[in-house]
């Protein structure tokens, strides 16, 4: 596969050129109501919380998959399907994060919609291509919130060429999300900067953390490949547990999208080879936290997982994250 394909994601140039064929077929049909917002459909979590930020007031942005919904396994429903039939702009992460869902993103370009992968013009050098993921990028950019400001441009961006009447409110907007993440960046250079050396491993239930582990300095182990679709196997597990008891890791991490059981038998390997091992703590990976949480949001999965992966492995941090520390609370 051609490496432009795959900077772009699964399909993306074929979704953008029939998008275009359309558009110049019938250059009205997609143009945005000035008395009504802009009704975009976004597919994770993550980018609808970008396109929310940038967008503000002119647009409605609804999720596809909620909390706790694993990207890589996810169909999409009739529901799902009629959705972005009835969206305006539809964003999507690329990079075969939705692999499952490459036929309803390309009805919805045939139909005229404007169709988008966030990561489309992420600068290939800062791609991470895993020998595990057979020639693909790893397709989880926003674990590294220096990385994802890219996709937030791309999303300011393809507003601004939709709707260029709301220009000044996505630059101000993507201009103000952007000083956010560049705020939480620095949050966590700090405080992932205060866990020894000898326990920067972060071993989590699959490799969803390797941006976060080349922005952050940290040897990332997942038990199971970058897709949840992959299995561990016995070999697997006593790697992982050789590797616990040689550097003396005291916690290994579950993720609120794939099931705790490969890092249960990994616990139990770790302990019966002399090692004592705790979960230390629920991260997110491929979804957000609860809606309505500050879990929910994208600044808040980051924060969290930070915050309690420096904690659980020995370093430094408020006990409610940036928020607790921006509040006066205990940590660096």
């Given amino acids: 596969m051609a490496r432009q394909a795959r900077g772009l994601g699964i399909c993306a140039r074929a979704i953008a050129l029939l998008a275009?064929?359309?558009?110049?077929?019938?250059?009205?049909?997609?143009e945005a109501d000035p008395e009504a917002p802009i009704s975009i459909v976004a597919t994770t979590g993550m980018v609808a919380d970008a396109a929310r930020a940038v967008a503000g007031d002119r647009a409605s942005v609804s999720s596809l998959m909620g909390s706790g919904v694993d990207p890589h396994l996810y169909k999409p429903t009739r529901a799902d399907i009629a959705r972005m039939m009835n969206a305006e702009v539809v964003f999507y992460n690329g990079l075969l994060l939705e692999g499952k869902m490459t036929d309803a993103l390309v009805r919805a370009a045939t139909s005229g919609r404007r169709v988008?992968?966030?990561?489309e013009l992420i600068d290939e050098s800062t791609l991470l291509e895993p020998a595990e993921f057979q020639g693909h990028y790893d397709p989880h950019i926003w674990m590294d919130p220096s990385t994802w400001s890219s996709a937030v441009e791309v999303v300011r961006?393809?507003?601004?060429?939709?709707?260029p009447a709301g220009e000044e409110v996505y630059r101000a907007n993507a201009r103000a999300y952007l000083d956010e993440l560049a705020a939480?960046?620095?949050?966590?250079?700090?405080?992932l900067a205060t866990v020894p050396d000898r326990t920067r491993v972060l071993v989590t239930a699959h490799d969803a953390f390797n941006y976060f582990g080349v922005r952050y300095n940290f040897l990332v182990v997942g038990i199971q490949g970058i897709s949840t679709e992959s299995e561990a196997g016995v070999r697997d597990i006593q790697r992982l547990v050789d590797l616990l008891v040689e550097r003396k890791i005291g916690a290994v991490f579950i993720e609120s999208t794939v099931s705790r059981r490969n890092v249960e038998s990994l616990i139990a390997g770790a302990r019966a080879s002399g090692q004592d091992v705790e979960i230390g703590g629920e991260l997110?990976?491929?979804?957000?936290?609860?809606?309505?949480?500050?879990?929910?949001?994208?600044?808040?999965?980051?924060?969290?997982?930070v915050t309690t992966i420096a904690r659980a492995l020995g370093g430094q941090a408020p006990a409610g994250g940036r928020l607790g520390r921006l509040a006066g609370g205990e940590g660096p």
């Fill in 20 to 30: 275009a064929v359309l558009l110049l077929a019938a250059p009205g049909c997609a």
């Fill in 116 to 119: 988008h992968a966030v990561s």
């Fill in 157 to 163: 961006d393809k507003l601004i060429e939709f709707d």
């Fill in 184 to 191: 939480l960046d620095a949050y966590a250079q700090r405080v």
């Fill in 284 to 305: 997110f990976s491929d979804a957000m936290g609860a809606p309505g949480t500050y879990e929910g949001t994208y600044l808040g999965m980051i924060d969290h997982n």
